[in-house]
C-alpha cells in the first residue's frame, strides 16, 4: 500500500527557511519520481518541483528556482524539500506525490499524494 506523509511545515517569517520532509512507504522509493505540489487557499494546486529517479530536479515553477531544492535518501525512504527566503506567497499547504518512473508534464500524473503540511509565510 502506497504511503506518503509529509512533515516539517509551520509558521516562518518572510526570508526564512524550512525544510520538509516525506515519508514514503509501499513502493520503492528509487524507482520513481516524487514530485511537491502546493496549494494556496481559494487557488488552484499547482506543482512546484519534481525529484527524478535520477538526474536534475524538474521545476514547475519559475518562481522557486534558486530558493527551493530536493534531495531524497532513497535508503530511509525519505525526500526533503528545503526552502530558503521564503515568501508570503509560498503559503499553502505543501503535498509530496508519487509520480511515474520519470517527471511528468502533467500534475495529472501524480497518482498518489500524502495529507500536506501547511506553510505559512508571515510578512
Known amino acids: 500500500q502506497v504511503q506518503l506523509v509529509e512533515s516539517g511545515g509551520g509558521l516562518v517569517q518572510s526570508g526564512g527557511s524550512l525544510r520538509l520532509s516525506c515519508a514514503a512507504s509501499?513502493?520503492?522509493?528509487?524507482?520513481?519520481?516524487i514530485g511537491w505540489l502546493r496549494q494556496a487557499p481559494g487557488k488552484d494546486r499547482e506543482g512546484v518541483l519534481c525529484?527524478?529517479?535520477?538526474?536534475?530536479?524538474?521545476y514547475y515553477t519559475d518562481s522557486v528556482k534558486g530558493r527551493f531544492t530536493v534531495s531524497r535518501d532513497n535508503a530511509e525512504n525519505m525526500v526533503f524539500l528545503q526552502m530558503n527566503s521564503l515568501k508570503p506567497e509560498d503559503s499553502g499547504v505543501y503535498y509530496c506525490a508519487l509520480g511515474p518512473t520519470f517527471c511528468p508534464y502533467s500534475m495529472s500524473s501524480y497518482k498518489n499524494w500524502g495529507q500536506g503540511t501547511q506553510v505559512t509565510v508571515s510578512s
Open positions: 525529484s527524478p529517479r535520477a538526474g536534475t530536479t524538474t
Open positions: 509501499g513502493f520503492t522509493l528509487d524507482s520513481y519520481a
